[in-house]
């Protein structure tokens, strides 16, 4: 099967650097392999999630730079992964809620993993407290971006939610689905404008421009960061820092970025928001 081109369903404009220069690129040069040998996107999921556990285990040895540097190396192969996924299903047609909730699963399990794996080696209660709310904090703020990013992407192309989703399926797949759309009921009003205006496509490019800078400060709430900064805390020996930073900061800016996306949102809808469009080529779509 021949590779797709770029399909355009993530816009460039609010992606991390990462994505754009190292993570991305490297999972399309690896899509014609994968579709020759006919990996389905369920099983590089799970090959993420090992590579992920390995990461977990060198981090278990934080401290040491040499372990830390191949936690780093393996995080990144797990990225590699988590983006190669998508690219196979998109490819292949199989793309669906169950695979979209084992993507995201799987994810949250590699987090899961390196809490735990920190937490156990440290052995305090001070840890396992720290590590538990980081992971819930973690949760929250994954999905609530997960459901942000999803509108933003839906919005520029011009299509609006006609009605709140009802979640549907398998227990995990409800509960994700959930999470990622609660804020679904409170946008509508924006959702009802877009699907009321005579262009929605030049109204969705407008909305997109101005959506533009709070998205990219959501992108921070992605996990190439996260990667980063426990690849950081290890090696410097202080796990900590991980924990705390998923607890403050990131809450910070997951409370911030939802609060300015409404923001952008109740400007449209008091018809203040700045008229310039953007030609499609200005978009920048990856």
Known sequence: MTPPARDGSRDRRIEDPSNLYLIHPAARALLPRALALGLSANSVSIMGLSCGAIAAL??????????????????????????????????????????????????????????????????TVEAWVLSVTAALCHAVQSSLYEGERARFHRRVRGEALTAVPVPAGMFLVRLYDSVAGSLDRLTMPFERKLAASPDPVSLGARYGARAVPTMRLQSLLTANVRVWVIFIACLVADPRLFWWFEIVPLTIIVIVGLMRHRGVERGFLRGDAPLPILLSSEQGHS
């Open 58 to 123: 060198a981090y278990s040895h934080w401290g040491n730079p040499w372990l830390a540097l191949v936690g780093l190396v393996f995080s990144i192969l797990w990225l590699i992964a988590d983006g190669l996924d998508g690219m196979i299903a998109r490819a292949t047609g199989t793309s669906s809620p169950l695979g979209r909730a084992l993507d995201g699963m799987c994810d949250h399990g590699v987090f899961a993993l390196l809490y735990i794996v920190l937490a156990a080696s440290m052995g």
